[in-house]
Nanobody, 115 residues
Framework: QVQLVESGGGLVQAGGSLRLSCAASGSIFGDNVMGWYRQAPGKQRELVASIATGGSTNYLDSVKGRFTISRDNAKNTVYLQMNSLKPEDTAVYYC?????????WGQGTQVTVSS
């Protein structure tokens, strides 16, 4: 079993920055992919960014150049540095891990960007 614990959400003004963290614990073996999803009210959950154990990344087009995903494999932790935040980035952000063929989700952390 794997547990994901997110932190770092909050309220920020447009143009500001936040850094999200997600620490994974439990039975983690081999390569995995960690990522951040978000879900705004009335909208579907969408992939924001993902990163594999080897470091390859993938980003949602609307966050490219503003958000950076990184990971510390020794700590099983993934980070999302969010700069130049916009009101449309407001959502609950969820951490997700795919490991040994199984899918795990964190509980979510609220990010609110005021205009």
């Amino acid at each position: 079993q794997v547990q994901l614990v997110e932190s770092g959400g909050g309220l920020v003004q447009a143009g500001g920055s936040l850094r999200l963290s997600c620490a994974a614990s439990g039975s983690i073996f081999g390569d995995n992919v960690m990522g951040w999803y978000r879900q705004a009210p009335g909208k579907q959950r969408e992939l924001v960014a993902s990163i594999a154990t080897g470091g390859s990344t993938n980003y949602l087009d609307s966050v490219k150049g503003r958000f950076t995903i990184s990971r510390d494999n020794a700590k099983n932790t993934v980070y999302l540095q969010m700069n130049s935040l916009k009101p449309e980035d407001t959502a609950v952000y969820y951490c997700r891990m795919i490991a040994t063929g199984r899918l795990y989700w964190g509980q979510g952390t609220q990010v609110t960007v005021s205009s």
